[in-house]
């Protein structure tokens, strides 16, 4: 403005004009108010707002042709989803100044989104982001967990197969869409569809993908279908009928060909849906084998997964937040966690996560006392096994924390080879598996196919980080530093505050010839465990073949890791 007060406001009054001209419109922008350096916009979604971020960075380039380096106006854009109060001439509300708060923390040409805005996405469809941890920001007393966004087309994650590979059909199932305005309907939605996935995971014929990839994806359907990571997608809608009653559709779409090849409507009740004798979801996982496999369907046998609608929404929640490994966070998804299973005690699923949760204490340095999580991760995992004896993610992960404290990986990857075997649609077993195999030696390249396996029954997972943390290190024992890298430097975009992580991230840059990054990484590391040492990491690597582990406590100390 110094320098050139008029070029800089001719160019920023004609991209403005533009704006209002309705450049916005086909993302369903509203342009609320100019603020003199900027634009207020509003979106109906989050998926809106990210693709509208990337035109709008576009836009002001074309604005800034023949002006030198020193003259280009940048845009920085910060997106934030929360309630408002709207006239017709402004918005109101703490979410409108946090999304100006967040735009701060972007650099010229950068977006940044919220926690809130990066749960919205769907990972693989929607733009990727890169975790940039919590983030202080003036007036505000707590850090916001922000997100930087990717501005470039999702490109597949390493070692995600087709939906044509292998024999089974693999079937997709969508949040159901509810009645707008009718919350009620939306959460039985969600509830009917993660039992339709329960029922279809014990029918042999076909494969389906796990809840957590899809859950996201509700109103999506359509979009879903184009990422082609399953041959059929189920789809459906809640629509109040009467007083209590409730119209249910449900369809399966050929993702290929788009083409309707079954499709089902029920009136039913709530209670009726969840806990009848005859629940609807089991008849249609029946239907819906025999109209994609041609086969007859073995009897089903899975019950309701939580009796209530409240408590199952609160666990998605609850998942997500423990997740997210930021430590205010963790400690309320505990708390919540404590909350269902005192409502729920015979509830096996919410025992299984609540071992999770002792366990990710032990891997983030979270604990005074790694024994005593690890007692309690057992307590919790023996209640569930007890409830329900073939629960294959409570049995996965008794496997896995046998294996961290200290038990033979044989017979650990024994146990779990009975989980998959048992139960071949759980990818926490596929994963666990893989991690036990690659402590054996010879096993390598049988690690790295199961932990694909895992990859491949949730490829959309918002824990994704979590499985390509395992990955990186599964293809980095075979020998596969270049792809062990990509697995790991995802890993570590998607989730920077996950321990495991970077620790991987660290080996692989190493052993694929990337020093750069492996001593930028194990400062990171370092910072969060300050007292980690090559000496600690063979310690708890001991079981790894001796070549691995010396391959990797090498890569440690070239990266800065002290001996």
Known sequence: MHEDEDGVVSRWIAFTSELRAGAMTRHGGRIVKSLGDGVLITFPGAAEATRAAGQLHRMIGRFNRGADSDSRLELRIGIHIAEILETEFDIYGAGVNLAARVATLARPRQTVVTADIHDELLPGLDLPTEDMGECFLKHLSEPVRAYRLLHRHPSARPG????????RPCVAVCPFDGDAGHAEASLLGGVLAHELVMDLANEPAVRVIAPLSTMRAAGRARDLASTRIAT???????????????????????????????????????????????????????????????????????????????????????????????????????????HLIDRHPSAAELRAWRAKCFMLQILQNWTDSPERSAERAYDQIRRAV???????????????????????????????????????NEPLGWLFLGNALSGLEGHEAESATACEQALALSPLDPLRYFFDTFAAA??????????????????????????????????????????????????????????????????????????????????????????
């Open 160 to 167: 995600r197969p087709g939906p044509s590979e292998g024999i």
């Open 474 to 563: 599964a293809f980095g024992a075979l020998g596969r530093h270049e792809l062990a890298f990509r697995h790991a430097q995802r890993s570590v975009r998607d989730n920077a505050s996950h321990l495991a992580g970077l620790l991987q991230l660290i080996i692989a840059a190493g052993r694929a010839g990337r020093p750069g990054t492996a001593r930028r990484a194990a400062r990171r590391y370092l910072h969060f465990r300050p007292r980690a040492t090559v000496s600690r990491y063979r310690e708890l690597n001991a079981q790894l073949p001796d070549a691995c582990l010396d391959a990797e406590a090498a890569a440690l100390l070239a990266a800065g890791i002290p001996a």
């Open 232 to 338: 059929h997608l189920v789809r459906g809608k809640v629509m109040r009928h009467g007083g209590q009653g409730y119209v249910v559709t449900v369809e399966v779409v050929d993702a290929r060909s788009a083409e309707v090849v079954w499709q089902r409507t029920q009136a039913t009740t709530a209670t009726a849906a969840l806990h009848g004798p005859t629940r609807p979801s089991g008849e249609w996982a029946r239907e819906i084998a025999a109209s994609i496999c041609f086969v007859q369907p073995s009897a089903l046998r899975a019950a309701p997964v939580l009796p209530q609608m409240p408590s199952y929404a609160l666990l998605l929640v609850a998942i997500v937040q423990m997740h997210r490994l930021s430590r205010p966070m963790f400690d309320q998804a505990c708390s919540a966690l404590d």
């Open 386 to 424: 007890d409830i329900e004896p073939t629960h294959a993610m409570a049995s996965a992960l008794k496997s896995h924390l046998q294996l961290l404290m200290g038990e033979d990986p044989g017979v650990v990857a024994s146990d779990l080879r009975a989980v998959t075997s048992r139960q071949p």
